[in-house]
């Protein structure tokens, strides 16, 4: 259903974001990987499944990076038609104690970054008059937690910009949404299992089954696959009037 799309996924090494590169390979798009890491790997999953892959190693904390992956993913496959900004990090910290270096760059990444690619994109998209701009949020763009001010403050900056790049593109072929995950076993999360596991002097086992039942009712962890055939949906003519939306996948997260 994509064929002859060209996806742009950022920070899809590992986790979330290579399950979406994965989702949109199968359906036959061309996917241009970003982040760090086991690069090699990440790439070899798509080609081995028979998709088009290429590879930038963007920084996305800096905008002039930001230009060379957009420009390169143009150059390399000719066209922009799917954008998503998925590359995030988060830092655990009261207010009071929380680096002002933490601050920045969590919302260089998470915030600004979706500012920069979503702008250069546009103009591409426009060409073809079709596009589709998802955003991987978080149920944290839409309730918070504590002591994790600067990844409240991003993700609801993300849902914000969402909806207002949906209103300025809602009368053409291009929608702008967001998917909110609740807890997916991802390294983001792995490390925030272990550190509670040390804090609280108790096993990896037991935190994890800890974190879980504080907030996701269902208990149950989403899958980076689940997350990626909801993004196929939104990118489906089905959703073509899905704009603005900020779509929780959460095991009743938010229901609560
Ligand atoms: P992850 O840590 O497994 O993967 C993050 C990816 O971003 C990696 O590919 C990494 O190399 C890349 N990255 C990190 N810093 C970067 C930078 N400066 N420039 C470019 N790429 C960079 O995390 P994940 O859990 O897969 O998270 C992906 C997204 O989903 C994030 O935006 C996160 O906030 C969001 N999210 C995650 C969860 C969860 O429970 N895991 C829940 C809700 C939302």
Not at 41 to 48: H, K, N, P, T, V
Not at 173 to 178: E, W
Not at 222 to 231: F, R
Request: proline share 2%; glycine share 10%.
């Amino acid at each position: 259903i994509l064929i002859e799309k060209t996806a742009v996924i950022t920070g899809s090494t590992r986790g979330i974001g290579l399950g979406i590169a994965r989702a949109l390979s199968d359906a036959g798009a061309n996917v241009v990987l970003n982040g760090f890491g086991d690069v090699l790997a990440a790439r070899a999953l798509i080609e081995q499944a028979g998709g088009k892959v290429a590879y930038h190693g963007a920084d996305l904390r800096h905008p002039e990076q930001i230009a060379d992956l957009m420009h390169y993913a143009e150059k390399e496959f000719g066209s922009i038609d799917i954008l998503v900004n998925n590359a995030g990090i988060q830092h655990i910290a009261p207010i009071e104690e929380f680096s002002i270096e933490h601050w920045n760059n969590i919302i260089a990444l998470n915030l600004s970054a979706g500012f920069h690619t979503t702008r250069l994109a546009v103009p591409v998209m426009k060409k073809n008059n079709w596009g589709r701009i998802i955003n991987i949020v978080s149920v944290h763009g839409l309730v918070a937690s504590s002591n994790k001010s600067a990844y409240i403050a991003s993700k609801h900056g993300m849902i914000g910009l969402t909806k207002s790049v949906a209103l300025e593109l809602a009368k053409t072929g291009i929608t702008c949404n967001a998917i909110c995950p609740g807890w997916v076993l991802t390294s983001l999360v792995e490390q925030q299992i272990t550190s509670k596991a040390t804090l609280q002097g108790i096993s990896y086992t037991e935190a994890q089954s800890q974190l879980l039942l504080e907030k996701q009712p269902s208990g149950v962890f989403v899958t980076p696959e689940q997350i990626g055939a909801l993004l196929l949906f939104l990118c489906s003519d089905a959703a073509e009037e899905v704009r603005g939306a900020a779509w929780n996948i959460d095991g009743g997260w938010i229901a609560q």
